[in-house]
T-cell receptor, first 112, second 109 residues
Framework: NAGVTQTPKFQVLKTGQSMTLQCAQD?????MYWYRQDPGMGLRLIYY???????DKGEVPNGYNVSRLNKREFSLRLESAAPSQTSVYFC???????????FGSGTRLTVV | DAKTTQPNSMESNEEEPVHLPCNHS???????IHWYRQLPSQGPEYVIH???SNVNNRMASLAIAEDRKSSTLILHRATLRDAAVYYC??????????FGTGTRLKVLA
C-alpha cells in the first residue's frame, strides 16, 4: 500500500545513546517532515525538507539532526538521547499540488 | 503563522451531527484551512481543506465564515469511529503545518 513507512515502531534508549529514525514514502512527494508528540499535546515540528537536498529547522530542532537521503527517504538522528526526548515521533510527506499531508504510524521512543 | 483556538473537548451522541468550531482570526488572505484528525495511537489523517467557500467530501463538510476568521468542521452523522482529536490548521504557501492542541471528540453510543 502506498504511504509513509517509519521504522522502528518502538525503541528504548539509555541516556546518551544515539539512534536514527527512518522514514520512507512511495508517493513521489517533494516535501517531508518530522514531528514529535508528547502525551496529551499536539504535534510539534522538528525539521522539514521542502524538497530533495534541502532541510530546515522547525519549532523544536535542538538535539536532532536530519538527512534527506533522496526523494523517498528522510531520517531523524538523535546524537545523544535525553529523557526529555521521550515522545512519539511522526514522519509525514506532502505533495504541494495536492495540499495535504500523509503521516506515518509513528515511532514510540522512550529514553531512560 | 496564524494561531488557532479550538475547544479542548466536545461530546456527541452517535448518529447525530457534530459541529467542531475553530477560530483563526489572524489567518492571512492566502492561507488555506486544513482539518486533520488523529485516532487513538495513530498518526493524523487528512479530513478536508478549503480557502473561501464551503467544501464537502465523503468524510465531512467545512463551513468557512465570510471573513475567514473562523471555520466549522461538520460531521453529518457521528459514529464511534469518529472519536478522535480534531485539528484545525491554517496553511501558508510553505505548507509547514503548526498544530495546536485540537478538540477531543467523544462519541456516545
Amino acid at each position: 500500500n502506498a504511504g509513509v513507512t517509519q521504522t522502528p515502531k518502538f525503541q528504548v534508549l539509555k541516556t546518551g545513546q544515539s539512534m536514527t529514525l527512518q522514514c520512507a514514502q512511495d508517493m513521489n512527494h517533494n516535501s517531508m517532515y518530522w514531528y514529535r508528540q508528547d502525551p496529551g499535546m499536539g504535534l510539534r515540528l522538528i525539521y522539514y525538507s521542502a524538497s530533495e537536498g534541502t532541510t530546515d529547522k522547525g519549532e523544536v530542532p535542538n538535539g536532532y539532526n536530519v538527512s534527506r537521503l533522496n526523494k523517498r527517504e528522510f531520517s531523524l538522528r538523535l546524537e545523544s538521547a535525553a529523557p526529555s526526548q521521550t515522545s512519539v515521533y511522526f514522519c509525514a510527506s506532502s505533495d504541494r499540488d495536492r495540499g495535504f499531508y500523509t503521516f506515518g504510524s509513528g515511532t514510540r521512543l522512550t529514553v531512560v | 503563522d496564524a494561531k488557532t483556538t479550538q475547544p479542548n473537548s466536545m461530546e456527541s451522541n452517535e448518529e447525530e451531527p457534530v459541529h467542531l468550531p475553530c477560530n483563526h482570526s489572524t489567518i492571512s488572505g492566502t492561507d488555506y484551512i486544513h482539518w486533520y484528525r488523529q485516532l487513538p495511537s495513530q498518526g493524523p489523517e487528512y479530513v478536508i481543506h478549503g480557502l473561501t467557500s464551503n467544501v464537502n467530501n465523503r468524510m465531512a463538510s467545512l463551513a468557512i465564515a465570510e471573513d475567514r476568521k473562523s471555520s466549522t468542521l461538520i460531521l453529518h452523522r457521528a459514529t464511534l469511529r469518529d472519536a478522535a482529536v480534531y485539528y484545525c490548521i491554517p496553511v501558508s504557501g510553505t505548507y509547514k503545518y503548526i498544530f495546536g492542541t485540537g478538540t477531543r471528540l467523544k462519541v456516545l453510543a
